[in-house]
């Protein structure tokens, strides 16, 4: 038990892509959703998926639907897993996007010590001095600031709560491969191939 429990983010529209869900897309064997999860599990005590149940299904986690209107935005995922109760053993919750397949398997233990380190509400990522705010730490206690975000007009971002909050960053040492590139685009996931073939 290291006191931590992970939610990835599926509940987007896929727009980009011209797909109902980003997530079952194919990269090498595996959809996208798998390559996260299997980078994900062992890091954490419970990991669920917020998504469409009705399009996510036999993906092996549970599916935790948009607790506000769905395609709400990645906060929108992150408030869901904060009050579900699947996902209540633990004081933190890791964010994870279900675009990332390249998740550093240190991610959770990196933000972990570092969140305790200073006692702050949020630990994120920043990758060549740009905060990767998908890929974050979150103690429970900042559900009711996250809540608050939800019904202002941040429109489901995250730049302003972490501002608000106490948030501490981590910077990522630069690696050959880019370890939290997303994939948004059909040329994105042509150069996630490419790489998986490195």
């Known amino acids: 038990m290291i006191n931590v429990n992970a939610i990835i983010l599926a509940g987007g529209r896929s727009s980009r892509m011209g797909v109902g869900s980003k997530a079952l897309i194919r990269l090498g064997d595996k959809i996208l959703l798998e390559h996260v999860i299997q980078r994900l599990q062992p890091q954490v005590?419970?990991?669920a998926v917020n998504g469409d149940a009705l399009l996510l299904?036999?993906?092996?986690?549970?599916?935790?639907?948009?607790?506000?209107?769905?395609?709400?935005g990645p906060l929108a995922g992150l408030y869901s897993g904060l009050l579900d109760q699947r996902l209540s053993s633990a004081e933190y919750l890791l964010l994870a996007p279900c675009d990332g397949p390249f998740i550093p398997n240190n991610l959770?233990?990196?933000?972990?010590?570092?969140?305790?380190?200073?006692?702050?509400?949020?630990?994120?990522?920043?990758?060549?001095?740009?905060?990767?705010?998908?890929?974050?730490?979150?103690h429970k206690r900042t559900v009711t600031a996250v809540k608050k975000?939800?019904?202002s007009d941040h429109n489901g971002g995250f730049k302003p709560l972490l501002g608000e909050l106490n948030t501490v960053y981590f910077d990522w040492p630069d690696?050959?491969?880019?370890?939290?590139?997303n994939i948004n685009t059909p040329d994105d996931l042509n150069v996630a191939e490419r790489i998986l073939c490195l």
């Open 175 to 181: 690696s050959p491969v880019n370890p939290f590139f």
């Open 108 to 138: 959770a233990s990196k933000l972990y010590g570092l969140i305790l380190s200073q006692n702050a509400d949020v630990a994120c990522v920043r990758y060549e001095n740009i905060a990767q705010a998908t890929f974050s730490l979150w």
């Open 57 to 72: 299904t036999n993906v092996g986690c549970p599916i935790i639907e948009d607790k506000v209107a769905k395609f709400s």
């Open 45 to 47: 005590d419970d990991l």
């Open 149 to 151: 975000a939800l019904l």
